[in-house]
């Protein structure tokens, strides 16, 4: 009986935490997904910009309502995996994105997790996908 309060306790904090939002910035990009969960156990990004790789999108049952296959003409893609992190709370923001004559910079940043504030104490991989809405090439900061 005392080892079944604890995991009653954790799944009541986990049902009760989002750990997957939609959000929709402007009409240059969109954050089509980001979750704690589901992203890869190392850190790094990937700019997709042909067919092949937007197939990996177009095959993910959580991303491809958000997107679809004559998409990868008009807009390239973001994936960014934050890596294995040892509790929830972290999440992926983006601070801006500057359409420049060139080029389109993305400025990407980690948010930790708020001290003192209630945080999941399990493994998590936050990552989120970002559309871009144009072909320019893309410059990360």
Do not use: H, W
């Not at 491809?64 to 992190?85: M, Y």
């Not at 972290?90 to 400025?107: F, G, H, L, M, R």
Request: charged share 25%; with cysteine.
């Amino acid at each position: 009986m005392k080892k079944l309060i604890p995991i009653v306790i954790i799944l009541m904090v986990l049902n009760s935490c989002s750990s997957s939002k939609k959000v929709t910035e402007n009409q240059l990009y969109k954050v089509l997904v980001a979750s704690e969960y589901g992203g890869a156990n190392f850190r790094f990004y990937e700019i997709i910009t042909d067919q092949k790789e937007f197939n990996m999108l177009l095959g993910d049952d959580e991303i491809k309502e958000f997107i679809k296959p004559g998409d990868i003409k008009t807009a390239n893609f973001i994936l960014v995996n934050l890596g294995e992190k040892s509790n929830g709370g972290y999440c992926i923001e983006v601070e801006s994105v500057v359409e420049q004559a060139d080029k389109i910079v993305v400025t990407i940043k980690e948010i930790k997790p708020k001290k003192g504030s209630n945080v999941t104490m399990a493994l998590t991989n936050p990552y989120a996908v970002i559309k871009i809405n144009s072909k320019k090439p893309i410059e990360i900061k």
